[in-house]
């Protein structure tokens, strides 16, 4: 197969977060439009020069005509990917073919959900012939299912499980911006609720409202837009099914293969990178991704993130904004982690820069019920 | 009964119109054994009075995986690799399938 992908022909200028947490009264295409217009902004842009848009909004089915129509964007070319959180990184390597092929010139790539305070909207999806009478608690019950059969295989604990969490809280505590912050011990994680054994509601993301943007250009713009873009070296996605009952191994995801090939395009490994942003819908997703992208063998995940490994101060920083755990999770979380992801590299992430250098950014993103996965890897100008 | 692929002998669950990967149609209903080990399992902590309830994927013997729960038994006592057999459940909602332990069964 030729999995060719425009390494550093196209990168991140800018990005933007709105609302995270709460926005009362604001509707999630609301939320859209104030990070992408924030985003635009930065990079000293307007809707008007958006020429492709790539979106993915949770209950609007048409929200590939819905965004550009409210920020009046004129679209050569849109995309509206419904493969879950993953969604945004796949967005992204769409939006870099679009890019370098010429069928666009800036790429915004936008999501808003008003999950939290909106929730009453929203219409539950339609029963599921195959497995209605069972009352599935989806997603959590499918992740529990997952971090039980890791268990079974591999010995992982609660505990492992619960670093994790408290990982992504050191690194919350450090960012103004997220939502969820103050001392998180792993006894707390696991004296909270049970919710689906062994994950209790500390085991398990954020609901929140929020809105997230991040613009792309050709690599010849990216330099007179941002000081310090970020290339895209690679981008690969993978998917492997939609019900749980249908993945073939528990303990394997698709990032098996989305990390192969896009560390294959960009011509590093894993440790090469200096920052990782692993969709934490549940504790359990990081130690998955860790095996999978080739951060440790299959089955060490859980010893791999003992010891504060992940945490501010460890040797690997994973969700520096503090992950969908701390930070936020408005529905789909996948477009946080590639923002958070390139203004670590741009060095626009504010108050909780990391003090280290970042030269390489990985952004992975989990969809639906570990069902698809896609990964991202952002390079500075002296990686190319 | 359960879908199985006359060529291939594979057998499909849920049921389709082709078989997965190959896209033949030559797929006939043929009785399932009912057989099947737990591959995973959870305990759904609900909301009282609702009892918590068990959550299972279903190796099935023919091959197939299948979302279940395994009734007769504690949810929290329900594990991995247990040998368990199909019966018929209704609580009002029409029927379904439902596993229980194999000596119970």
Not at chain 1, 120 to 127: F, H, V
Not at chain 1, 268 to 280: C, E, I, K, S, T
Not at chain 2, 64 to 82: C, F, H, N, Q, T
Request: proline fraction near 6%; include cysteine; glycine fraction near 12%.
């Amino acid at each position: 197969m030729n999995d060719a992908f425009p390494r550093g022909k196209t990168a991140i200028v800018s990005t933007a977060t709105y609302g995270m947490g709460e926005a009362p009264g604001l509707q999630s295409i609301d939320l859209l439009a104030h990070a992408s217009i924030a985003a635009l902004a930065k990079a000293g842009l307007t809707p008007a020069d958006v020429d492709g848009v790539f979106t993915g909004m949770p209950f609007d089915l048409l929200s590939g005509l819905s965004v550009p129509e409210y920020l009046g964007i004129e679209a050569r070319i849109t995309d509206n990917n419904r493969t879950g959180g993953s969604a945004f990184q796949t967005l992204a390597v769409a939006a870099a073919l679009a890019l370098d092929s010429g069928q666009c010139d800036v790429a915004l790539i936008a999501y808003g959900s008003n999950l939290r305070t909106g929730v009453g909207a929203i219409a539950p999806p339609p029963p599921d012939p195959f497995e209605w009478a069972y009352k599935a608690r989806y997603p959590i019950s499918a992740y529990a299912l997952a971090a039980v059969r890791h268990m079974h295989e591999f010995g992982t604990t609660r505990e492992q499980l619960a670093e994790v969490a408290v990982a992504a809280r050191a690194w919350a505590n450090r960012n103004p911006l997220a939502v969820k912050r103050g001392p998180l011990t792993v006894d707390d994680v696991l004296g909270a609720r049970m919710v689906c054994d062994p994950l209790t509601v500390r085991d398990c993301c954020l609901v929140t409202d929020g809105g997230a943007a991040v613009v792309m250009t050709r690599a010849d713009r990216a330099r007179d837009l941002a000081a310090r873009p970020a290339y895209l070296l690679g981008g690969a996605a993978a998917t492997t099914h939609n019900r749980i009952a249908a993945m073939p191994d528990l303990t394997v995801t698709g990032a098996v293969d989305s990390g192969r090939r896009a560390f294959a395009q960009a011509g590093y490994g894993p440790g090469d990178m200096d920052a990782l942003q692993l969709y934490d819908a549940f504790t359990i997703n990081p130690i998955l991704f860790l095996e999978d992208l080739g951060f440790c063998p299959k089955g060490e995940g859980g010893r791999f993130v003992s010891g504060g490994r992940i945490a501010p101060g460890g040797e690997f920083p994973v969700n520096t904004n503090g992950g969908g755990l701390s930070c936020v999770h408005p529905g789909m979380y996948g477009l946080f982690a590639l923002a958070e992801a390139a203004d670590q590299l741009m060095g626009t992430a504010g108050e909780h820069q990391l003090d280290r250098p970042v030269e390489l950014s990985l952004a992975h993103g989990n969809g639906m019920l570990l069902s698809s996965q896609a990964t991202v890897i952002l390079g500075s100008a002296s990686t190319l | 009964m359960i879908q199985r692929a006359r060529a291939s002998g594979a057998y499909v669950f849920y049921p389709r119109v082709a078989e997965p990967r190959t896209g033949e149609t030559d797929l006939e209903w043929v009785e399932a054994s009912g057989s099947g080990a737990v591959y995973s399992t959870t305990v759904q902590r609900n909301r009282r009075p609702t009892p918590d309830s068990n959550l299972a994927l279903i190796e099935l013997a023919e091959g197939p995986r299948m979302l279940s729960k395994v009734v007769g038994i504690a949810p929290d006592e329900v594990r991995i690799g247990m040998a368990v057999q199909a019966r018929i459940l209704d609580e009002g909602d029409g029927p379904f399938v439902v596993f229980e332990p194999e000596q119970a069964a």
